[in-house]
């Protein structure tokens, strides 16, 4: 399990610098829509802008989360409003001043062809379409890292973890509806022709806009509900990250782990959290050089957590189902098989993350996903094998009988 945990903060460390990342490449498209846009001189901010840009949204996210628990439960309740607000209004306003409206035949059946990836396959389109909902639906585990500032932590912590999965379905798909209704030219959407220079969303906000009104400020203003959205997504990862880093410290299961321990008066692990935000802005730098490379990292991030959440289930179904002792929250006589179904999926998207996503396939459009994955888990339990099954003797418990 040494193995697993050690993977799994990487992974979560990347997962934060993927949100941070993609927050600054949001600011960049509003900053290029709002001084002109793509095609009227607007403002590009270069790669080392968005690096600083990337740079003050963790800086941010750290002094949040040095704040007592108090102020960080208020922020976060104010995400969790801001989140559902803000979808309801997306989801109703886009499509209402679009001039132009997709048919329900458009919305339900219509695959993506003319993509300019080389796929034309229906059913390959539509397995490649399933990873989108895989990117978003991480961090089940959040609840849990912060079980140790949670009344009735047994049953709240599953609870959490359950009522934000069926909310995300719920509202998650109603915006999809919201935003596909108005889209009618998909490839121009992608086009690095476009207002947006090519990022989908912006320019379905901007055009539904423009189109009816004249001016896109509305849809600038929309992109700043989204970017609200992500920013407090991001302020959560830094707060599970430090969770994490703080209980493995805990259990000794990192370098100088006397030092992430470490809680301030407040109790916040604070050394933990600076760590976060440090180790999440220094993966952000491969984006200088390749931003292929950094896209890569988080398609590895994701299916590598991915891996780690699948691989205590399935411990779970086989070694420790006799002995397993369930919590006040379980599943009963369904446990084993929800189990099982949560292992055979993770294996098949696993699979998917792994398909090229561009034919012909070089050395340039190689999915170098499955390579690296493998690759950082043979470093993992080699680290177990030569080091760490020598000294670690599983987690520390802070009960006592």
Not at 47 to 52: D, G, L, P, R, W
Not at 340 to 356: M, Q
Request: hydrophobic share 50%.
């Amino acid at each position: 399990m040494h193995a697993v945990t050690g993977a799994r903060i990487l992974l979560q460390w990347a997962v934060t610098t993927s949100v941070d990342y993609s927050l600054a490449q949001l600011i960049q498209v509003i900053i290029l829509l709002s001084t002109g846009g793509n095609n009227g001189g607007g403002y590009l901010a270069s790669k080392y802008e968005v690096i600083a840009i990337h740079a003050a949204i963790l800086l941010s996210h750290a002094l949040i989360n040095s704040l007592p628990i108090a102020w960080l439960s208020f922020f976060g309740q104010f995400a969790a409003a801001w989140n559902m607000l803000g979808v309801f209004v997306l989801m109703i306003a886009v499509p209402a001043v679009a001039t132009e409206r997709a048919s329900a035949k458009f919305v339900f059946t219509n695959f993506n062809t003319d993509n300019g990836a080389g796929i034309h396959s229906h059913v390959y389109i539509f397995l490649l379409g399933l990873l989108m909902s895989q990117y978003t639906l991480l961090g089940y585990d959040a609840s849990a890292h912060m079980t140790e500032e949670t009344k009735n932590a047994d049953k709240n912590g599953p609870i959490g973890i359950i009522s934000a999965i069926g909310i995300s379905i719920v509202v998650g798909w109603g915006y999809i509806l919201g935003v596909t209704f108005a889209v009618k030219d998909i490839p121009s959407l992608l086009s690095p022709d476009n207002e947006a220079g090519g990022y989908a969303i912006a320019q379905v906000f901007y055009q539904a806009f423009k189109s009816r009104y004249g001016s896109g400020v509305g849809g600038i203003v929309c992109l700043g509900i989204v970017a609200v959205a992500i920013y407090f997504c991001g302020m959560s990862s830094v707060t599970s990250n430090s969770r994490m880093a703080y209980a493995f410290s805990r259990d000794g299961a990192m370098p100088l782990s006397s030092v992430w321990h470490k809680v301030n008066e407040h109790e916040v692990p604070i050394n933990a959290v600076w760590l976060s935000a440090f180790v999440s802005l220094c993966m952000a730098l491969p984006s200088l050089g390749s931003l292929v490379a950094f896209q890569a990292m988080v398609s590895i991030a994701t299916i590598g957590l991915y891996i780690a959440y699948a691989l205590p289930i399935f411990f779970r179904v086989t070694l420790a189902r006799k002995h397993f002792v369930p919590g006040p929250f379980n599943l009963g006589r369904y446990g084993v098989l929800v189990g099982w179904v949560a292992v055979l999926w993770v294996v098949t998207i696993t699979v998917l993350f792994s398909l090229p996503v561009m034919y012909p396939v070089t050395r340039d459009t190689l999915n170098y996903t499955p390579v690296a994955v493998g690759g950082l888990f043979i470093l993992v339990l080699t680290s177990w094998v030569v080091s760490a099954r020598h000294w670690f003797k599983g987690p520390v418990t802070n009960l006592s009988g």
